[in-house]
């Protein structure tokens, strides 16, 4: 079984531009969560994904991040313009009925 | 307001000792309780959870954690250590507030080295 997978490792980009993060869920997992990990922080709720739809976004720092999953299946977190403040990794994780969470490597985002 | 908190940023422990990881949590009703850990450059990794029953808790790797309600505490534990165990551990509890299962709340980590 294909575990979570994220896109791309790392990303470098400059205030102000806009990223996109991807997503690929374990294959038949409904659930999708955006977790994020600002600083050597806590790891925190950003949004989640029942298939295609949104269930609870109460994590999203501001309306510069949008989260979509298409047909219920990848997911993309855009961040648009980026801020020095959105630096961190982000991950992704997927479930299915009652099983754990399972996380993908993540996305460690750098803004300068 | 709902939190988990892991007080040691780092964890230092010769191979072969015991260690413990300490995790602290705050939540509304009864907790659900998880450790995960981290490898480097990988993600997170499910090592247990504690939902009901017994209060001590086996999980993957030869850990296990003591639920300890009055105390409010969640220590992961392993007899003993191996230099492969050097990771990053979280600590995290549902969010009881939310209706979503698979909310949680993190510590902010705590960082295991063994020493061979």
């Known amino acids: 079984e294909a575990g979570v997978t994220q896109f791309p490792s790392h990303s470098v980009i400059e205030k102000g531009q806009t990223v996109t993060l991807r997503c690929d869920p374990i294959s038949g997992h409904d659930n999708l969560y955006w977790y994020r990990r600002v600083m050597g922080k806590e790891i925190k709720f950003l949004l989640h994904f029942v298939k295609e739809s949104k269930q609870d976004e109460s994590g999203m720092p501001n309306n510069r991040f949008l989260a979509e999953r298409t047909g219920g299946t990848y997911s993309t977190l855009k961040v648009q313009p980026a801020e020095l403040e959105d630096s961190g990794v982000y991950f992704c994780?997927?479930?299915?009925?009652?099983?754990?969470?399972?996380f993908g490597n993540g996305t460690r985002l750098t803004v300068t | 307001a709902q939190s988990v908190a892991q007080p040691e940023d780092q964890v230092n422990v010769a191979e072969g000792n015991p260690l413990t990881v300490k995790c602290t949590y705050s939540v509304s009703g009864n907790p659900y309780l998880f450790w995960y850990v981290q490898y480097p450059n990988r993600g997170l990794q499910f090592l247990l959870k504690?939902?009901?029953?017994?209060?001590l808790v086996k999980g993957s790797y030869g850990f296990e954690a003591e639920f300890n309600k009055s105390q409010t505490s969640f220590h992961l534990k392993k007899p003993s250590a191996l230099v492969s165990d050097s990771a990053l551990y979280f600590c995290a509890v549902r969010d009881t507030l939310s209706y979503n299962t698979d909310k949680l709340i993190f510590g902010t980590g705590t960082r295991l080295q063994v020493f061979p």
């Open positions: 504690y939902i009901t029953g017994d209060n």
């Open positions: 994780a997927s479930s299915q009925g009652s099983s754990p969470l399972h």
